[in-house]
């Protein structure tokens, strides 16, 4: 069955550090998505991506993130310059396309920003 | 603004036992209400979804939901839990459209008893 992945699975880094999350979506799914969690809390959404855009995106995704797909294929999260309260479980998520369907969620990627 | 509210943070169940989990929503439109578990170190993984027609939902895993709009619930049952349902639930609401990211819940602790 196919699935979504993530890399790195673990991802440590030191504040004001350049992080870049990578996941591979679904072959042929046309939405993708970034959420987070930090530790103990809800899971957030940041950003959507259709068509290569943007598409929709929360008041977390501020300047410090940025989401691009650079080579048709990986779907990239970047954060430019890490903060603490940056560390995080992040999800990538793609959907197919549609009016209506689901979202396919990676394992995620665990940020600590130290 | 749509909400998810999940009061129950932890729930212990004896194997064998039915099971409910509670969820609430807020949401402006017709909501599209979905549930995910994430096993530890998993990914999210769609349990069932809710979008129209028969407010009573199958899932996979035998799971059911039934969503209530007089209520604005969308709680999760099982009649018989197995040990293998030990994991963190998530509800979620959307507007179904692919901009659109979902809202979650904080989740519920799912512990097994023997």
């Known amino acids: 069955e196919p699935e979504v992945t993530q890399t790195p699975s673990h991802q440590v880094t030191q504040m004001g550090q350049e992080v870049i999350l990578r996941c591979v979506p679904i072959?042929?799914?046309?939405?993708f998505y970034w959420y987070r969690q930090i530790l103990g809390q809800k899971v957030e959404f940041l950003v959507s991506?259709?068509?290569?855009?943007?598409?929709?995106k929360s008041e977390i995704f501020d300047d410090q993130f940025s989401v691009e797909r650079p080579d048709g294929s990986n779907f990239t999260l970047k954060i430019r310059s890490t903060k603490l309260e940056d560390s995080a479980m992040y999800f990538c998520?793609?959907?197919?396309?549609?009016?209506?369907?689901?979202?396919?969620f990676g394992p995620g990627t665990r940020l600590t920003v130290l | 603004a749509q909400s998810v509210t999940q009061p129950d943070i932890h729930i212990t169940v004896s194997e064998g036992a039915s099971l409910e989990l509670r969820c609430n929503y807020s949401?402006?439109?017709?909501?599209?209400l979905f549930w995910y578990v994430q096993s530890p170190g998993q990914g999210l993984q769609l349990l069932l979804k809710?979008?129209?027609?028969?407010?009573l939902v199958q899932g996979i895993k035998g799971f059911e939901a039934e969503f209530k709009r007089s209520q604005s619930s969308f709680n999760l049952r099982k009649p018989s839990v197995h040990w293998s349902d030990a994991a963190e639930y998530f509800c979620?609401?959307?507007?179904?459209?692919?901009?659109?990211?979902?809202?979650f819940g904080k989740g519920t602790h799912l512990i097994i008893q023997p």
């Open positions: 072959s042929n799914h046309l939405y």
């Open positions: 998520a793609t959907m197919s396309g549609g009016a209506i369907n689901e979202q396919f």
């Open positions: 991506f259709y068509n290569n855009e943007i598409s929709e």
């Open positions: 809710y979008f129209s027609g028969d407010t």
């Open positions: 979620a609401v959307g507007a179904g459209g692919g901009a659109d990211g979902l809202t």
């Open positions: 949401y402006g439109a017709t909501p599209y």
